[in-house]
């Protein structure tokens, strides 16, 4: 199965790769999009990879800040998949930019008025934040007769780095989705529920992603301690996921309802237009309908669960795209289509072939840095959390 995984991951790399020659070779020449949309494919999977980072963590602080007894063996885990991730939605984003070289000059000329600034100085914190708690965490098992002092004082360090932890996530996450909503000119993005709407699906496609994760790499497949976390992290999985589905009729009911164009119309591109199957099929059934039944049906196995938590993180790649895209399809003025005729001029989009393998590449990387973790770092390794467990949290000692 490692083989086979490595195999499949290496062959993507290696395809993905072509598509990032092209990318570093020719610029966006290749990319699908146009000057009315500016935005495509990459900027979609920076927003759904950040948020599946943004979710993994969170999780994690249940284990070491919240001390939820049924999972405190997946905090090292819910931690590399954070951090793997989050490289992914870098290398993404760094990739869609039309001047790679001149990144460092975010921190070089700052700009305190810029909320895409802000996100950069947020994501370099949250990095090396994640990369402090991995150390923490790993510590005792790296080095030989750890103290218990150490183990202690490890631990208080971890649960301090997590509360931390909380409202830099939050703060970044809901910082994409304010970065869309203060965009007065699109009244599609233009809502405050966008930000909250943006942390909730980081919730549920993170804890979809972990569940998938924990269901085919945890080691021990037979121990109750599996079971018992696999169970826990569906029931959450499911609860998240119809919380945001609640988000999302509420937003498509006032969308759909107004009967300004520029209100309705990106509504109405998402259920009936070119990509309806994006909604329709990717989201709703493939990542909605057939994983509740998936998960919520009578002791489903550990497989059901986790190509049912798979599903999920699938359809979240097509609710990011349908985020982006009909925001931009939609333009400012009626008859402004009308007046170019030049193919980068028009206001249809669909990703080419070279942004699908840089898109591929992306992912094979942040999942090749995930199976080097695992490979190299104990993160499966069982951990009690200190203190006596009561119900299901875990006392403070």
Do not use: C
Not at 91 to 117: C, E, K, Y
Not at 168 to 192: D, K
Not at 345 to 352: D, E, F, M, R
């Amino acid at each position: 199965m490692k083989k086979t995984t490595w195999l499949f991951v290496v062959a993507a790399l290696v395809v993905g790769g072509i598509g990032l020659y092209q990318r570093l070779a020719f610029g966006h020449a290749a990319a699908g999009y146009s000057s009315p949309i500016p935005w495509g494919l990459w900027v979609a999977t920076y927003i759904f990879l950040i948020g599946l980072s943004a979710g993994a963590f969170l999780l994690s602080t249940l284990v070491y800040v919240f001390r939820i007894k049924e999972i405190e063996s997946l905090g090292r885990l819910a931690l590399l998949t954070a951090l793997a991730t989050l490289i992914a939605a870098l290398v993404t984003i760094w990739l869609d930019l039309g001047q790679m070289g001149r990144f460092w000059r975010v921190f070089a000329s700052p700009n305190f008025h810029s909320a895409m600034a802000w996100m950069v100085w947020l994501y370099t914190a949250y990095f090396l934040l994640l990369l402090a708690e991995l150390f923490f965490a790993l510590r005792g098992d790296l080095i030989a007769n750890p103290s218990q002092e150490m183990s202690a004082r490890d631990k208080r360090i971890l649960k301090i780095l997590g509360i931390i932890g909380i409202p830099l996530a939050v703060t970044f996450h809901g910082g994409v989705g304010t970065l869309f909503a203060v965009v007065q000119a699109r009244p599609y993005w233009n809502t405050s529920l966008f930000p909250i709407l943006f942390l909730v699906s980081a919730l549920s496609s993170g804890s979809a992603l972990l569940t998938f994760v924990v269901a085919f790499v945890w080691p021990d497949k037979t121990s109750q301690k599996f079971k018992g976390a696999l169970k826990f992290l569906a029931r959450v999985v499911v609860g998240l996921l119809l919380i945001d589905l609640l988000f999302e009729l509420a937003e498509f009911i006032v969308g759909t309802y107004a009967t300004a164009p520029a209100h309705s119309l990106p509504y109405h591109l998402i259920l009936f237009g070119r990509n309806w199957w994006v909604f329709w099929l990717v989201h709703l059934l493939i990542g909605a309908v057939i994983p509740i039944v998936l998960l919520t049906g009578k002791n489903p196995s550990a497989n059901r669960i986790g190509w049912g938590a798979l599903l999920i993180v699938l359809g979240f790649l097509g609710v990011r795209y349908n985020i982006v895209i009909p925001g931009l399809e939609v333009p400012l003025f009626p008859t402004l289509p009308k007046a170019y005729i030049e193919a980068k001029l028009n206001y249809i989009y669909a990703p080419t072939l070279n942004e699908w393998l840089v898109t591929l590449f992306t992912i094979a990387l942040g999942t090749a840095i995930f199976l080097l973790g695992i490979a190299i770092l104990p993160v499966t390794k069982v951990q009690a959390l200190p203190g006596k467990r009561t119900g299901g949290v875990v006392d403070e000692p």
